[in-house]
């Protein structure tokens, strides 16, 4: 594990902060199907869980048949993740793909209802901006009223392509932009991480020399020929984001199912090609000035005292026991400390009376703060650990007039014939359509089991089982 690497950008102590678990990842997968387990990249046995995952992976298999697929059905990467995560009660919030380039945002559960305006888009890069094969796809949102914004990125590949790849990021950077008043565009955010296979290469030095530092694992010398370290030294852009010291031995180019680095004819000099950075936004100069511009800032620089943002990094590494890619994968741990700007969440709901699918059902619920609700807005039925925002068994529509703008207790039914004849423990989730995301959970609570589907039989591997029987007797 690499000595915490911490970045302070406010000067302010404070005492009403909390602290919050980041775990991200950052893969080159290079097609492969996924591996069985995730356990030691994710981390799933350690005894302290973070409050989030990112996850950025590259050249996802996207060949014309899969592709179509996986735009109906989650793909087998999303899956695996989903499957090592949700039993622990994280629920996907966004996901994006662009061809091969994928992002997937987790929470805890406890958190969702505090994430939102959740928005995701991407930008092509690859073959004169017509081709996603390289690019970016990135997920923004407010995380307890802090702007943040992840951004996945596959830049140029080979060596003497290193002010491309600074010019594809800054193509990206100037053009991806939001449907939000606080942050319309990546830098506008308080706290942005840029990642992926950013493709930066060690120039200069031998193969014989950068194979000498790897195996005495003296990477301090090659640091100074890292194209991405190099180039920060000139590039403005690139000297806002922070990164922590490349204490492992670089991720490309590995043989398959090996820690062997290139053995083909090619004979590729390794390199960090795969990262993680930050940025914290810059604090904003006060001025005497009264033009929107400086109105923004004096804004901004007013929030910025008033709810403080610390990052600091935990750990960064790769993990070597992953062979089925030429990249290894790569992972960093991170701890936020902010000072909440919202302590409620916007909707209260709860499940009233006893619930099974022999009676239509009854939720009530309230909103705690002033929001802008619209007609497309619904109420979800779950069971407890439910993987994402769709894996819903039933919903039913909130009417736009009754939730705006009063505070008194309102209700609305489900219907008997979408509740689960088994029963089970469940939640209920209020969703917003306008700011893309779940605004209110109720406490979890049991729905009983049919006692007319016990008494006739009707549970569906019973149906199931008559009706096999009914086909066979027609023959």
């Given at each position: 594990m690499t000595k915490a690497f911490q970045v302070v950008r406010d000067n302010i102590t404070f005492s009403a902060s909390c602290c919050f678990g980041l775990h991200m990842?950052?893969?080159?997968?290079?097609?492969?199907?996924?591996?069985?387990d995730v356990a030691s990249l994710l981390h799933l046995n350690s005894p302290k869980t973070p409050d989030l995952y990112v996850i950025g992976l590259q050249e996802v298999y996207s060949g014309p048949v899969r592709f179509v697929s996986d735009m109906i059905f989650d793909d087998p990467w999303s899956q695996l993740f989903i499957s090592a995560l949700a039993p622990l009660n994280y629920v996907k919030l966004s996901s994006i793909r662009m061809q091969g380039l994928l992002l997937l945002f987790f929470s805890k559960l406890e958190h969702v209802p505090f994430i939102r305006d959740i928005q995701a888009t991407y930008t092509r890069t690859g073959i004169f901006g017509y081709w996603g094969n390289k690019g970016g796809v990135s997920v923004r949102l407010s995380f307890y009223g802090?702007?943040?914004?992840?951004?996945?990125?596959?830049?140029?590949?080979?060596?003497?392509?290193?002010?491309?790849?600074?010019?594809?990021?800054e193509h990206i950077m100037d053009t991806q932009t939001f449907d939000c008043k606080k942050a319309p565009r990546i830098f506008d955010h308080r706290l942005v991480f840029w990642f992926g296979d950013l493709n930066f290469r060690i120039q200069d030095h031998g193969m014989h020399f950068v194979r000498s530092c790897i195996n005495n694992q003296t990477y301090n010398l090659l640091w100074s020929h890292d194209q991405l370290i190099m180039l920060k030294k000139k590039e403005q852009l690139l000297q806002e984001f922070e990164e922590g010291p490349l204490d492992f031995q670089p991720t490309y180019k590995f043989d398959l199912n090996s820690d062997t680095y290139d053995s083909s004819g090619k004979k590729r000099k390794p390199a960090w090609t795969d990262r993680i950075l930050w940025r914290v936004r810059p604090k904003s100069?006060?001025?005497?000035?009264?033009?929107?511009?400086?109105?923004?800032?004096?804004?901004?620089?007013?929030?910025?005292?008033?709810?403080p943002l610390k990052v600091r990094?935990?750990?960064?590494?790769?993990?070597?026991?992953?062979?089925?890619?030429?990249?290894?994968?790569?992972?960093?741990?991170?701890?936020?400390?902010l000072t909440k700007m919202h302590q409620t969440p916007l909707v209260s709901l709860h499940a009233e009376g006893d619930w099974s699918a022999d009676i239509d059902?009854?939720?009530l619920y309230n909103p705690l703060q002033p929001f802008q609700s619209s007609t497309w807005d619904w109420i979800g039925l779950y069971k407890v650990g439910f993987s994402s925002v769709s894996d819903y068994i039933t919903y039913t529509w909130v009417k736009d007039d009754e939730v705006a703008f009063n505070d008194k207790v309102m209700q609305v039914f489900m219907s008997k014939e979408e509740i689960p004849v088994r029963g089970g423990e469940c939640v209920l989730c209020y969703y917003s359509s306008n700011l893309q995301c779940i605004v209110g959970i109720s406490e979890p609570f049991k729905v009983q089991e049919s006692k007319v589907a016990v008494a006739e039989g009707l549970f569906p591997e019973r149906i199931n089982e008559l009706d096999r029987i009914a086909r066979s007797e027609e023959f």
């Open positions: 990842v950052t893969w080159n997968v290079a097609t492969a199907d996924p591996p069985d802090h702007m943040l914004c992840f951004l996945n990125c596959h830049l140029a590949a080979h060596m003497k392509y290193a002010n491309e790849r600074v010019d594809e990021f100069q006060s001025s005497d000035e009264q033009d929107e511009n400086d109105v923004k800032e004096r804004n901004q620089l007013k929030e910025e005292e008033e709810y990094q935990d750990l960064y590494t790769s993990k070597m026991e992953y062979s089925i890619s030429d990249h290894k994968p790569v992972i960093s741990i991170f701890t936020l400390e059902s009854i939720v």
